[in-house]
């Protein structure tokens, strides 16, 4: 490996250690990964009766008849997984914003930094599908657990990309959770045909999840693969990205004059030693970054 390659991986994995140590300090997090998701599915399960709910299903042109239980066990799964990575995102995020900043001001390449979250976003998601669908797995059977996996992993990756519109747009904490909740009751409910009559409303195809339900549904129920609404689900966190990479551009932008940008160096070194993150191995200085000399 050449000298320049090996310096932007380590420049990659230092970022990626970052985001890494900052979610694991979300304790809240942690503690809705391992009990949230069994919880709401398992008592949907047991609670919401077995009756059939026939609907149409969209993405295949099927007339199913799930049972009411299975049905709730799968819209609460994309709603578990949909609060908690974005919860976990927009938290890393909202408290990690000034720190990225600061690293890029110091010349850390902005690029690595966007690089890294989209891979601890990527691991988190995937963790979190993968025990979603076991637990969906240990109550019945679905038709087709992969693909189930696939649109739970889609959703996750979409709502975590959202957390981080809304950690780097929102100024208050609370802001942040609101419209992650919100969003993903409204989204997850409108689609549920055991809880709305409006499921079949053409206006639900906009919805965010929208690919990711008719995924999982057929999943659940049919062995007809739906590889249109995956893509679908795959615009949707294509477009939430794009407006993350925006918002996290805007963010660490250098808005300052060139000497009061060397400023914040003084603090990169503390802030880092917090999360214990050697900044020598940062790069140097880019040149269109400010100076940092004193």
């Known amino acids: 490996m050449s000298n320049g390659a090996r310096r932007h991986l380590i420049w990659f994995t230092t970022a990626v250690r970052y985001n890494v ?51 709730t066990q799968l819209t609460g799964a994309l709603n578990a997984v949909a609060l908690i990575t974005g919860f976990m995102m927009f938290a890393a995020t909202f408290t990690g914003g000034r720190f990225d900043k600061r690293l890029a001001l110091a010349g850390y390449p902005r690029p690595h930094l966007v690089l890294a979250k989209a891979a601890t976003l990527t691991l988190a998601s995937a963790l979190v599908a993968a025990y979603a669908t076991a637990v969906i797995c240990m109550a019945w059977s679905p038709k087709q657990p992969l693909q189930l996996a696939t649109a739970l992993f889609s959703s996750a990756m979409t709502y975590g990309a959202l957390g981080v519109v809304f950690g780097s747009v929102l100024r208050r904490e609370v802001e942040g959770m609101f419209a992650v909740a919100m969003t993903s009751i409204v989204d997850i409910t409108l689609q549920n045909p055991t809880r709305s009559s409006s499921a079949g409303s053409p206006l639900v195809h906009f919805l965010p999840s929208h690919g990711a339900i008719q995924t999982a549904t057929a999943s659940g129920f049919s062995t007809t693969h ?59 200085k880019q040149s269109s970054a400010p100076s940092l000399a004193p």
């Open 21 to 71: 140590i900052e979610h694991s300090r979300n304790k809240f997090a942690m503690l809705l990964v391992v009990a949230f998701v069994p919880t709401w599915t398992v008592l949907a399960y047991l609670v919401i009766p077995k009756t059939p709910i026939p609907f149409r299903l969209r993405a295949t042109g099927q007339l199913l008849a799930p049972a009411g239980n299975q049905m």
């Open 226 to 284: 739906t590889p249109d609404y995956l893509a679908l689900q795959a615009l949707w966190f294509t477009a939430t990205a794009l407006l993350a990479l925006l918002a996290f551009h805007r963010r660490t932008r250098n808005a300052l004059p060139p000497k009061a940008a060397g400023v914040g160096l003084a603090h990169v070194g503390t802030e880092a030693s917090t999360v214990g993150i050697d900044i020598t191995t940062t790069p140097p």
